[in-house]
């Protein structure tokens, strides 16, 4: 059977990205970003899995606004980078895991969970950067296979923390069930607090991340509590990104390790993180 083996939250700043493709993380401005990440990405080229389940928020790139599912997952053999404007990034194109796709496709609606199917899908700087985050050197090919996993959170009304944790719940389970012998990695991806228009342009809520940062890994009941006014209020209009993170918890056991975290304000005008935790299984 399939097991999950860790579960990675992270920003995906598209100058993250950026800063990989062009060179600059040495950079006086980028360095303490990256050198936040060394540790994590040590610990996870040591323990590789053979597929990346990526829950993630395109941004009007592949998905247009006159659609926009709640919850999608893609099942292609692969996914193209998306040019979101100025050329693709100098990333290889991500290799799907189909079978699996479409077996948590019909567990999660047999779960009551009204699925999106992407039988074709570019993949934007959402699920781009968190792989540039895990693997900042892929060379021609990625190292493991993804599947795709999309959340709205940008047109209202978002699905509610507490569905995204249950969401991860049920993608757990489904994950688990899977009868082939696969190591899984599950990343939430987004955040931390950010606001990029409006009147809070620019808001950074430093004790929200941080709190967050902490009740992630031990009280993920209590981050699934709050209301989407809570998210917007307190992170942003874009720190609502957040609740992709309970995904990510959801799907990890009970019982997990903290391998490493690292916060860092500003990377382009939002707060950045990274918080790895190994699953060590139900007790």
């Known amino acids: 059977m399939a097991e999950i083996i860790w579960g ?19 950079d006086p401005y980028w360095k303490p970003l990256f050198d936040g990440y060394e540790p994590a990405r040590a610990w996870m080229a040591a323990h590789r899995p053979d597929v990346a389940v990526i829950v993630y928020n395109d941004h009007a790139n592949a998905v247009g606004m006159d659609l926009v599912p709640t919850f999608g997952i893609g099942t292609a053999e692969f996914y193209e980078v998306a040019d979101e404007g100025w050329g693709r990034r100098p990333v290889p194109r991500v290799t799907g895991a189909p ?12 779960d009551e969970f009204d699925i999106a199917t992407f039988h074709r899908l570019d993949v934007d700087h959402g699920l781009t950067v968190p792989l540039s985050v895990y693997c900042p050197d892929p060379g021609a090919a990625w ?19 507490a ?39 620019g808001l ?20 699934a509590a709050l209301t989407r006014e809570d998210y917007i209020r307190e992170a942003g209009t874009e720190g609502i990104e957040l609740i992709m993170w309970l995904v990510m918890r959801g799907a990890l056991s009970d019982r997990v390790a903290r391998v490493h975290d690292t916060y860092h304000v500003p990377a382009s005008n939002t707060a950045a993180a990274l918080a790895l935790f190994e699953d060590l299984g139900e007790s």
């Open 99 to 110: 079978e699996l796709s479409a077996y948590l496709v019909g567990e999660l609606v047999d």
């Open 163 to 201: 569905r995204c944790h249950a969401l991860g719940k049920a993608l757990g389970r489904a994950i688990r069930s899977f009868p082939q012998d696969l190591k899984v990695a599950v990343f939430g991806t987004g955040g931390m607090s950010h606001q990029l228009a409006g009147a809070r342009a």
């Open 204 to 223: 950074i809520n430093p004790e929200f991340d941080r709190m967050f940062l902490q009740a992630i890994e031990s009280e993920p009941e209590k981050l």
């Open 143 to 161: 190292p493991c296979a993804v599947v795709p996993i999309l959340v709205n959170v940008i047109q209202y009304p978002q699905p509610t923390a």
């Open 8 to 26: 990675l939250a992270t920003s995906h700043v598209p100058s993250i990205g950026a800063a990989m493709d062009h060179r600059k993380t040495a």
